[in-house]
């Protein structure tokens, strides 16, 4: 949380006293604008304000601050474009506070704009080289970027500073990073058309051979949302299974990782194909949500990812079988509602089976009442609205209803 006081204006020797005693009260009113959490209102006034007396420092940190604020209410509204632009401003107005970059790149990185984030943080640590917040996020920004030695650089300098808390997440993310650049730093890179193919270099046909069984699942994935990546060329890591697990570190049900690399665990290609391309599918899909709204909840992300790994019209028999085996049967149906955040971190088989299945069953529900068009306006409609309201405004349906109907059709599934 960046602390940056709202300061009132000295009486200005160079200006008429009346310009003073209008700027003094424009501040005034923004401070009182703040202070009731209507942050648009403070803009506007020191915008006026700062017009009337431009060179004064104290209401350009002072604009910084409420644009800051303003950003924060857009963030927390999923306007990220419009957080964005407040935070650059934010910057702009007052760039000795680094808290404002620290936002501003993390923001970026987190929306997938990884240049524009690079380019924030690298500025921050030059000019603020004890900022361990930015060092850090700039080792995951260069992460991201496939970057790994550098990344490994800056967690590095992360490490060296006197914030234990930052300490601690720079610790493990270096860990991570060492892990991944121990196993791939060796692997062969095949690049085509669409693809950056990294794996073991045992043969010289590895690259061509997946090359083929991923474009295809490429365009199945494409062609059924209606929809291509905006980055042309995506990075696909295939391990052995025990290095998947090293790498990634997740439990061994798990059969793919998105982290904006698809990493893969591969046994054997030929044998493996179908198993291959649809854990691809499922992958390359989040890859597609990512960049459209970069927070998209689990719900959809993971069902709309189930949907084009499984296929149509499976998910709501599969999730009441799977409930017919359990004690309480279908009536211990959990509330979409009380899904975790996250189902990475699920430690519980069984906990995570009935959480993937009960998303996978739920978009295959929506996706053939509303078809795939719905549920990516859906997807679209997440990037500036929470969960009901975007629904509302893809399928002209109330949340709480269609759960209620969804609910009814598990319960009645034959």
């Known amino acids: 949380m960046i602390r940056v006081a709202l300061t009132l204006l000295a009486v200005l020797a160079f200006a008429a006293a ?21 942050p648009a209102e403070a803009v506007l006034l020191l915008q006026k304000a700062l017009k009337l007396s431009p060179d004064e420092p104290v209401l350009s940190r002072n604009l910084a601050w409420a644009y800051y604020q303003r950003g924060q209410g857009w963030a927390a509204d999923f306007r990220f474009d419009e957080a964005i632009g407040d935070y650059r401003q934010a910057v702009k107005l007052n760039a000795e506070e680094i808290g404002y970059r620290v936002n501003l790149g993390q923001l970026l990185m987190r929306n997938y704009r990884l240049d524009e984030a690079e380019d924030v943080l690298a500025a921050a640590v030059k000019d603020a080289p004890t900022s361990w917040d930015c060092w850090l996020l700039l080792g995951d920004t260069l992460g991201l970027q496939d970057r790994l030695p550098e990344a490994l650089a800056a967690y590095d300098k992360a490490l060296g500073g006197d914030d234990a808390q930052v300490a601690a997440i720079a610790r493990t993310s270096k860990e991570r990073t060492e892990r991944q650049y121990a196993v791939e730093k060796n692997y062969r890179t095949d690049l085509t058309t669409f693809f950056t193919i990294r794996g073991p270099n045992t043969s010289a046909a590895f690259g061509s051979k997946l090359a083929g069984v991923l474009e295809r699942a490429r365009t199945e994935v494409c062609s059924a949302l209606a929809v291509s990546p905006e980055h042309r060329n995506t990075i696909v890591v295939l ?6 697990r090293a790498v990634t570190g997740t439990h061994e049900w798990v059969g793919g990782l998105f982290d904006r690399k698809i ?10 194909r179908l198993q291959i391309e649809a854990a691809f599918r499922h992958e390359f899909t989040h890859l597609i949500v990512s960049e459209i709204t970069p927070g998209c909840p689990t719900l959809v992300n993971e069902g709309l990812a189930q949907v084009m790994e499984f296929g149509r019209g ?13 004690p309480g049967g279908r009536a211990g149906l959990q509330a979409i509602g009380d899904l975790p955040a996250s189902f990475v971190d699920i430690a519980d088989r069984d906990t995570v089976a009935l959480a993937y299945l009960l998303s996978y069953a739920f978009m295959d529900h929506v996706i053939s009442l509303y078809g795939a068009g719905a549920a990516m306006a859906w997807v679209r409609e997440l990037a500036s609205k929470p969960l009901p309201e975007a629904y509302k405004a893809a399928t002209g349906r109330t949340f709480e209803s269609e759960e209620a109907r969804f609910r009814e059709l598990v319960r009645t599934q034959r």
Not at 18 to 38: I, Q, S
Not at 239 to 244: L, M
Not at 314 to 326: F, Q, S
């Open 239 to 244: 391990y052995p299974p025990e290095e998947f």
């Open 263 to 272: 990493r893969l665990p591969i046994a054997d290609v030929e044998r493996d």
């Open 18 to 38: 009346p310009a003073v005693d209008e700027v003094n009260d424009l501040n005034d009113r923004a401070r009182k604008a703040l202070d009731e959490g209507k």
């Open 314 to 326: 499976n998910g709501m028999k599969r999730l009441a079988d799977y409930l017919d085996a359990r």
